[in-house]
């Protein structure tokens, strides 16, 4: 019953409002980042101050498309542990770089490579903290069973996608999760997993929308930069359009398939996406 309500919310917002994270021309992600801590705290006290953090720091620069989020964000967590920075603001700004996309391996190296110029003992401080931001049972991480990684999403993993096996590189998995007025299927990709280069074609309509429901994973259309894909992420894919979707080197990845109404509709697979293309992924 829950699974059912939590599926009719999902449709609900694909029909309602199909825009759960826009995606711009550069495939850059789009949605804003509010900040209300100044106001909340210091609003009566120092709302200059207040105005300064919200809508300038977080509000301008934080939005500021010229760095992407996740680098950022090491560089705030670099900045404050070299100033031995480790109260709270710390822990929020390692949240925020483990939802940007940092992996655990990936703070590990930065905190160790850091400790060098900035110093052992901070080096201990932001380890101790990541520690609870990166904890042993993130079941998304490449090192964990798919039995494990399903508990994390909501839709089944389903079966081996052994009908369309010789498309994909790594192990797939297929869900059906309607088939009555739009077709949706939960697409399941272990670590490393991608399919191969296709053209959703149509003589009208048509195309294709992902959302992501869990782990991390990447699209990307030819001749464009790849676009991160997590948990609420929407891809719309127009018809006509060259292009691949699988998971991140480092984590499992699910994304709902939504199957847009078109005339005359069919799939070209092509060439498989190459280790080359894929290497430059994080």
Same mark, same amino acid.
């Given at each position: 019953m829950f699974k059912k309500l939590l599926l009719a919310m999902v449709l609900a917002n694909i029909i309602l409002n199909p825009v759960f994270a826009k995606i711009d021309n550069e495939g850059n992600n789009m949605k804003k980042i509010v900040q209300t *801590?100044?106001?909340? &705290?210091?609003?009566?006290?120092? =709302? @200059? !101050?207040a105005h300064f953090n919200d809508d300038i720091l977080f509000g301008e620069n934080w939005n500021n498309k010229a760095i992407d989020l996740k680098t950022r964000s090491i560089i705030t967590v670099v900045s404050l542990m070299s100033q031995g920075i480790t109260?709270?603001?710390m822990m929020h700004h390692l949240e925020n770089a483990k939802k940007a996309g940092v992996t655990k391996s990936e703070i590990a190296a930065i905190i160790t490579h $850091?400790? !060098?110029? +900035?110093? %052992?003992?901070? *080096?201990?401080? #932001? !380890?101790?903290?990541?520690?609870? #931001? %990166?904890?042993?049972?993130?079941? $998304?991480?490449?090192?964990v069973s798919k039995d494990e990684y399903a508990k994390t999403v909501m839709f089944p993993i389903g079966e081996p $996608?052994? +009908? /369309?096996?010789? /498309? !994909?590189?790594? &192990?797939? /998995?297929?869900? =059906?999760?309607s088939d009555e007025q739009v077709k949706i299927h939960n697409v399941t990709f272990e670590p490393k997993c991608r399919n191969n280069w296709h053209i959703h074609k149509a003589k009208s309509g048509?195309?294709?929308?992902?959302?992501? #429901?869990?782990?991390?994973?990447? /699209? &990307?259309?030819?001749?464009? @930069? =790849?676009? @991160?894909?997590?948990?609420?992420?929407?891809?719309?894919?127009?018809?006509?359009?060259k292009h691949w979707h699988g998971a991140a080197p480092d984590s499992w990845f699910s994304h709902l398939a939504v199957e847009l109404d078109g005339v005359e509709?069919? $799939? @070209? %697979?092509?060439? =498989? #996406?190459?280790?080359a293309v894929y290497g430059k992924l994080k």
């Open positions: *801590a100044g106001r909340t &705290q210091l609003g009566e006290f120092s =709302p @200059e !101050f109260d709270s603001s $850091n400790a !060098f110029y +900035a110093g %052992w003992p901070k *080096a201990w401080a #932001v !380890f101790n903290l990541s520690k609870t #931001v %990166w904890t042993d049972n993130d079941l $998304n991480s490449a090192a $996608n052994t +009908a /369309y096996s010789k /498309y !994909f590189i790594g &192990q797939s /998995y297929l869900a =059906p999760v048509g195309g294709q929308m992902l959302i992501g #429901v869990g782990g991390r994973g990447y /699209y &990307q259309e030819w001749g464009k @930069e =790849p676009v @991160e894909i997590k948990e609420g992420t929407v891809i719309h894919i127009p018809a006509g359009v509709t069919s $799939n @070209e %697979w092509l060439e =498989p #996406v190459s280790d």
